[in-house]
């Protein structure tokens, strides 16, 4: 037996590190359109005692090592690219406090999305979390390594900024806290410390989260989705203006794709309406329908499509399904809202060229600061042929973020270089200098956010 | 192309111009009535074809059998005034295109259940009601091959309608069946009330699926438990196409034991579910249809329904959950007959 393999049974004992070579396949890949790359052992903590140790021997004997929570971040960016450790964090999936008056929880890193929706519907069924639309199986920690938005990130922004304490092991094994748990007081504020926020975003590449307390929102007794729609990709940005301005909106997330046929070529514009009575209710959408939108309707521009109380949630997406085999990726961009025009059209035309059906979706980001902007394209996992063209797709819609002025959001090892190519020399440079300090071996998900 | 049989001098001789003077969304007396549907006959402008919020009631109300609503929904579309806003229109006609694969055809040689556009009901048609009956349309990616197209109405596109049903009644031929007992009562109006207005032919005999119900529920007799519930039944626009069929709610309600309660609307007086009034052009319409939906459920608490029995599956979709939240439990007829032979419909407490 290696010595690797038996350090890290030492650490977290038997059955919870493999290098078996079935059990590497299946780690070797994602969802996505990524190509496959093995690590070389898989291991599966359960406490921060044991990612500690499991660090510092990767650190010692310069191995890589890649954190993994769902691994449906879709781009490739939890895929060992040059082998190491994988490391699988779902074994730590305590969820230590719940604080009902100041809305927080303190999660462990491999708590996933359906976990705490289902713990708080259970437990505080009158607080929430911002749910992204991936599957349940989806990590907090992952969604916010990557930047990610839930389905609150209209009126709060990105699950990134919902972070009110991070609990962090560098790669040489240090662990350190931020946010008021640093001095010992509860999880409750990121604030006001002076920032050293240099690990949100970074794919775990200068350190891996164990522990992070996330905002909670006051979940209303009665949520549920109305619907808009136009066939006009150019009234978008100025409906979506006219609803944040009404702050009386959840989620609000537009899209069209041409299957199935009653969403090609026009524009359903999704809002998630919560309250808790039916005055309140009511009294939102007046608001929205008739006072804001009513414009449209009486000019027979835009129409009203019901509302249906539930939320679907997560909302996870059917255009696997179009292909034969079930594949599909998708490019986020996080984009000006006024861009939707161009993004629809062009990432139509990009479809178009290879013979992808296509669908698009943009989900509003605050009060309508940005919205991030996905262009979904499916593939058939055992058509080869599919599978380059839905790459080459991606990568022109990589090419497109950019020109339009927008940030490509997770992007793979493609997107990447063309993000940093554009990033100002001196950005670079204190990235740069960041990640050398912290993590001088370059062991941590090595591959991804590396500046030459 | 075919064309309505819509007799003009029929109106003149008319003493009552019922279909307009009962429509319940628009005041007139009897002389403007008169006017207003001579001119919607002779191809003009008028008011009603601006403020009709298409219910379908004056196809009932006409004794003549005059088809003005049809007439109505025509020269919407002829003058381009149509009763919802574009993108609705557009995603509506988009909506009835197949896209999943061809149907699978099987000669079936005798009477047959066509679930329509409603495929995905089929925990709708269990038990011993429908024992032996073959069914077609039972695949959800395949039914709009089965759509009886009729719900274009509602958006002034008549024209799809022409065009695309005699294509569904091929498709439906194709299985050879005899009879076709009609799940939604849409698909009925169809294939009688539409197809004989317009002269389309139709190879096979319609059904209504109450007055299936009721047969089959005769010959089930020594099973019936009377139900004992206080009922209202939600009448959806598409009965007022076969107001001749509406009886059989009645007589299904008395044969099973159930009390059909005194209501304000009911009968030629019902109120629609309004989720065709909510998304229309006219102003207020979002709202017209909330406060109808309250007012329709007001109704049937005042009359002291436990139950309210669904036709359509999308009237209960639409005032459903309103229906429950007023402490009424709604329910599909089906599940309502199923109840009184001994049969418990997944989710009845
Ligand atoms: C159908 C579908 C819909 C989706 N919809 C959305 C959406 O609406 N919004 C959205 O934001 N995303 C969405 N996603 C993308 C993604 O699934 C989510 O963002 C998800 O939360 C990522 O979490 P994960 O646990 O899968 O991350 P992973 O893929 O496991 O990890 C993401 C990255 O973070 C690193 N990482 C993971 N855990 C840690 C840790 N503890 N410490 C340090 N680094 C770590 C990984 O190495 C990797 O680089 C969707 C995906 C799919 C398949
Ligand atoms: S349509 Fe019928 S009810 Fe109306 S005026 Fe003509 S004949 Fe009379
Ligand atoms: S369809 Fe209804 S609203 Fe329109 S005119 Fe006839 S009865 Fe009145």
Redesign the interface.
């Known amino acids: 037996m290696d010595s690797i393999y038996k350090s890290l049974t030492a650490i977290v004992g038997d059955g919870h590190v493999s290098n078996r070579p079935e059990e590497l396949y299946i780690y070797s890949f994602d969802l996505g359109t990524a190509e496959p790359h093995r690590p070389d052992y898989i291991v599966s903590p359960e406490t921060t005692e044991q990612v500690q140790e499991i660090v510092r021997l990767a650190n010692r004997e310069n191995i890589p090592i890649v954190p993994l929570g769902g691994g449906l971040s879709l781009a490739g960016l939890a895929v060992p690219l040059k082998g190491g450790i994988l490391l699988d964090l779902k074994r730590m999936d305590q969820i230590i406090e719940v604080n009902e008056k100041a809305r927080y929880a303190v999660i462990e890193c491999g708590v996933s999305q359906g976990q705490l929706t289902s713990y708080l519907e259970r437990h505080h069924p009158h607080l929430t979390h911002s749910e992204p639309g991936a599957p349940p199986a989806a990590t907090i920690a992952g969604n916010v390594m990557i930047h990610g938005q839930g389905d609150l990130a209209q009126p709060y922004g990105f699950t990134s900024d919902m972070i009110l304490g991070l609990e962090v092991i560098l790669p040489a094994g240090e662990l350190l806290h931020l946010g008021s748990c640093a001095v010992g007081t509860g999880w409750f504020t990121l604030h006001p410390l002076p920032d050293v926020g240099i690990f949100l975003g970074w794919y775990g590449t200068t350190g891996i989260i164990t522990k992070l307390s996330i905002k909670l929102f006051p979940a209303k007794k009665i949520r549920g989705v109305g619907t808009f ?3 006009d990709e150019n009234l978008i940005p100025e409906i979506i203006f006219k609803i944040t301005h009404t702050q009386m909106a959840e989620d609000i997330i537009a899209f069209s794709s041409a ?9 359903h514009i999704n809002v998630n309406i919560a309250a808790d009575s039916e005055k309140e209710l ?1 009294f939102r ?2 608001i929205i ?2 006072d804001t939108l ?1 414009e ?11 509302f249906v ?1 539930g939320l679907q949630r997560p909302q996870i997406s059917k255009t696997s399904d179009y292909k034969k085999g079930g594949g599909f990726e998708y490019v986020g961009g996080i984009m000006p809202v006024e861009t939707y025009p161009q993004c629809y059209r062009e990432g139509r035309d990009i479809s178009e060229r290879h013979s992808i059906p296509y669908t698009v979706t943009g989900r509003v980001i605050g009060a309508a600061h940005s919205m991030m902007f996905a262009w979904t394209y499916a593939f058939n996992r055992a058509d080869p042929e599919t599978i380059r063209q839905a790459r080459e797709a991606l990568h022109e819609t990589d090419d497109l973020v950019m020109k339009l002025g927008g940030v490509i959001w997770k992007p793979g090892t493609y997107g990447q270089k063309l993000v940093l190519e554009r990033l100002e020399p001196d950005t670079r440079e204190l990235m740069k200098k960041i990640k050398a300090l912290i993590d001088p071996n370059g062991i941590m998900n090595p591959g991804n956010w590396e500046i030459p | 192309m075919h064309e309505l049989k819509f007799d003009q001098d029929l109106c003149l001789r008319c003493g009552t111009q019922a279909c307009l003077t009962k429509c319940q969304y628009i005041e007139f007396d009897g002389e403007t009535a008169k006017k207003e549907i001579l001119k919607i006959a002779t191809g003009r402008d008028s008011f009603v074809l601006h403020k009709c919020v298409t219910c379908y009631a004056c196809e009932e109300y006409c004794p003549f059998g005059n088809h003005p609503f049809y007439l109505i929904a025509e020269r919407q579309e002829a003058l381009g005034i ?1 009763p ?5 229109v ?3 006609v ?2 009835g ?1 197949p ?1 999943r694969g061809e149907p699978d055809i099987k000669e079936i040689n005798g009477p047959v259940l066509n679930m329509g556009a409603f495929s995905d009901h089929m925990h709708l048609i269990q038990g011993k009601l429908f024992e032996g009956l073959p069914v077609i349309s039972t695949d959800e990616r395949k039914m709009f091959h089965y759509f009886c197209q009729l719900m274009y109405l509602h958006y002034g596109k008549d024209s799809v309608i022409k065009k695309r049903l005699p294509g569904i009644i091929e498709t439906i031929a194709k299985h050879k069946p005899t009879e076709v007992i009609c799940f939604h009562d849409e698909c009925y109006g169809a294939y009688t009330s539409y197809c004989d207005a317009y002269g389309i032919e139709v190879p096979f005999k319609p059904i209504h699926f109450f007055e299936y119900l009721y047969n089959r529920l005769i010959e089930l007799k020594n099973m019936i438990q009377p139900v004992k519930l206080k009922v209202a039944y939600q009448r959806p626009c598409s009965s007022r196409l076969s107001p001749d069929k509406h009886l059989f709610v009645g007589r299904i309600f008395n044969l099973i034991g159930a009390e059909n309660v005194k209501r304000e609307f009911v009968d030629e007086n019902a109120l629609c579910c309004a ?1 065709a009034i ?2 229309q ?1 006219q ?5 017209r249809a ?1 406060i109808q939906q309250q007012r329709n459920v007001e109704d049937m608490k005042k009359a002291g329904a436990q139950v309210c029995v669904f036709n359509c599956p999308a009237c209960l979709q ?1 005032i459903g ?1 309103l229906v429950a939240r007023n402490g009424i439990k709604p329910i599909h007829m089906t599940d309502l007959c199923r109840l009184a032979i001994g049969e418990i419909p997944a989710g009845w407490r």
């Not at chain 2, 919802?84 to 609705?88: S, Y």
């Not at chain 2, 102003?283 to 709202?287: C, D, F, T």
């Open positions: 729609v136009v066939e299957i199935p046929p009653f969403t090609r070529e026009l524009h009511e959408e007046e329908w008739d009513g449209y309707i009486r000019s027979g521009d835009g129409g009203y499509l019901g109380r | 149509s919802v806003p574009r993108p609705l557009q995603r509506a988009n909506l295109i896209f989720g909510q998304g052009r102003e207020g319409s979002r709202k909330v639409t959950d």
